[in-house]
């Protein structure tokens, strides 16, 4: 069964950070491209990151460029989200995505929330 998992999701002050975890089972990690997403309450799904299949290659939305930043380790099936100077526009429930054997899978979501 494949399984993706989100964590680090909470609420943190504008200006903060938090690190968002997607632990990953039932397919071959290390042959996806990964990806995390987010969607905001009344707004459409945003693409918000993606990272290579080795991690060389990594791409941002405008939005978050600079200040976060998508890593993995295909030792723990693991991709990281590592968001800095969190604003109030970046509320939303973040989720990742991978597509496998021409199939796609996603979490089921974590709350980031950035409000004073």
């Known amino acids: 069964e494949v399984q993706l998992v989100e964590s680090g999701g909470g609420l943190v002050q504008p200006g903060g950070s938090l690190r968002l975890s997607c632990a990953v089972s039932?397919?071959?990690?290390?042959?996806?491209?990964m990806t995390w997403v987010r969607q905001a309450p009344g707004k459409d799904t945003e693409w918000v990151s993606t990272?290579?299949?080795?991690?060389?290659?990594?791409y941002y939305a405008d939005s978050v460029k600079g200040r976060f930043t998508i890593r993995r380790d295909n030792t723990k099936n693991i991709v990281d989200l590592q968001m800095n100077s969190l604003r109030p526009e970046d509320t939303a429930v973040y989720s990742c995505?991978?597509?496998?054997?021409?199939?796609?899978?996603w979490g089921q979501g974590t709350q980031v929330t950035v409000s004073a």
């Open positions: 995505y991978a597509q496998a054997s021409g199939l796609d899978y």
């Open positions: 039932g397919f071959s990690f290390g042959t996806s491209e």
């Open positions: 990272i290579s299949i080795h991690g060389g290659s990594t």
